[in-house]
């Protein structure tokens, strides 16, 4: 049984925004029953038994944690490699600082928006645009390494192309692109279409084919499908819930991913070790062969898989096909992928 490489750990749900896309559903202030450092301290001790490599620090809104820097000190004393994603309102020159000493290695701030109106309205917050790029500021001054998340949907898609050149201006060393999984609030918030989504995936394959810095799709396995298509090495399976990427919530429980929110166990009831080699549902994720739909007789399936939380939102099943895709679904593109 391989050990997820990378687990997102969900610090908390607070937080100083109100996404409309927020697959979290964000909450102004912390909950009671958010995992304590003492159970965090030990999360941290398994994932390194278990073979993590690194651990993503995020929320919500990690930086409202009071022990953030506890608990990053602690999981960079174990050799893992911490990193952390923020709205980046609470960055301060101070805890920029005790980010470098803490061993954080990188923080992800999200940029939805080339302009302060698409950004703000996007985050539900008036002003989150400037003080997203008052931390850049701040964190490039520091010599933190960062890199920008993009979320993309229907009321930013006609900015994607022009991204590239505006991340790698701020100083960035990596650009990340999200593709919209209808979870939390993201339910209420329009998707991209499968035109617009295979466009999407189009341009991204220039930027990332061109680009100067790292270029990432996330939750965008058919990316991966295209790399193959158009004869490009792939590294990497496309989606990677429940095999090499694992989840845990604020209160300790164990997903395949952030956008995939189904249950697979309580740490305060089970280890992650044995929540991660035992829970069906991560066993079903790992056998490819028990897709359904275009998914399961696709001849992407060992690169691509289907987004395992996009199929579940819309159909309530994580083996059925990812509907986004328009690979199988090229008559309402253009027919050249048949």
């Known amino acids: 049984m391989s050990s997820p ?12 925004q109100a996404c409309f896309h927020c697959r979290a559903s964000s909450l102004p202030n912390p909950e009671t029953d958010e995992l304590t450092t003492q159970e965090g301290i030990f999360l941290l001790d398994e994932l390194v038994r278990a073979g993590t490599k690194m651990v993503i620090l995020s929320g919500g809104d990690p930086m409202i944690r009071q022990d953030l820097y506890e608990l990053a000190r602690h999981g960079s004393s174990l050799g893992l490699r911490m990193t952390m994603a923020t709205n980046g309102s609470l960055i301060t020159q101070e805890t920029a600082s005790r980010m470098l000493d803490a061993g ?12 302060a109106d698409i950004h703000d309205a996007f985050r539900g917050t008036p002003g989150s645009y400037a003080s997203a790029l008052q931390a850049l500021t701040i964190l490039s001054d520091a010599g933190v390494p960062f890199q920008i998340n993009t979320t993309v949907a229907a009321m930013n898609v006609e900015q994607i192309e022009f991204f590239p050149s ?29 035109k617009q989504y295979h466009d999407i995936l189009e341009t991204f394959y220039r930027v990332y084919r061109d680009a100067e810095i790292e270029c990432k799709a996330t939750c965008a396995p058919q990316f991966y499908r295209l790399l193959a298509q158009k004869g490009d090495d792939v590294t990497t399976k496309g989606c990677l819930a429940g095999t090499r990427f694992g989840f845990v919530s604020s209160r300790g429980v164990v997903q395949p991913c952030g956008f995939l929110q189904i249950n697979c166990g309580s740490l305060r009831e089970s280890s992650f070790t044995q929540i991660w080699e035992n829970s069906p549902i991560l066993t079903s994720l790992r056998d490819s062969t028990a897709l359904t739909g275009a998914c399961g007789t696709c001849r992407y399936t060992d690169v691509c898989g289907g987004c395992r939380a996009r199929a579940y939102e819309i159909s309530g099943d994580i083996m059925a096909a990812d509907p986004l895709c328009s690979y199988t679904q090229a008559d309402r593109i253009h027919g050249q992928y048949r």
């Open 5 to 16: 490489s990378i687990v997102a750990w969900e610090l908390t749900r607070a937080c100083t």
């Open 104 to 115: 954080i290695v990188r923080v992800s701030i999200s940029i939805d928006g080339l302009t």
């Open 166 to 194: 505006f991340v790698k201006g701020l100083g960035a060393v990596a650009w990340h692109v999200f593709f919209l999984v209808p979870t939390g609030r993201g339910k209420n918030l329009e998707a991209a279409t499968v």
